[in-house]
């Protein structure tokens, strides 16, 4: 078996790491991060994507808690609906464990 090399894409990030404030979304803060690393490394315009959209996918499968998800999970919501951009679905910090509806104009993932 070979390791895989070791990558780091602090420098894809950017300065403007999002705050999750006080809500538990963790995992999708991360997966989002790590998404936008990846999309900017492959050539696509640098921007924020919507953790919003992993969240509600997976809330609508049952799959998340107040204590947050599994990164397993997040995979799901990706590889099937994908992320729109944050201008098109904003952060609400205020909804605790709770989401919403994806906003007018965005097909539900």
């Not at 936008?36 to 921007?47: F, I, K, S, V």
């Not at 499968?61 to 099937?80: E, P």
Request: hydrophobic fraction near 40%; proline fraction near 11%; glycine fraction near 8%.
């Amino acid at each position: 078996m070979t390791a895989r090399p070791n990558i780091d894409l602090r420098s894809s990030l950017g300065p403007d790491v999002l705050d999750q404030q006080h809500r538990p979304l963790c995992v999708a803060f991360a997966v989002s991060g790590a998404h936008e690393a990846h999309r900017t490394l492959n050539g696509a315009t640098e921007e924020h994507l919507a953790p919003e959209a992993i969240w509600w996918h997976c809330t609508t499968l049952g799959l998340t808690s107040d204590a947050g998800m599994l990164l397993l999970d997040a995979d799901i919501a990706l590889r099937g609906p994908g992320q729109p951009d944050l201008a098109a679905w904003p952060y609400d910090p205020t909804l605790g464990d709770a989401t919403e509806d994806p906003p007018n104009g965005i097909t539900p993932p």
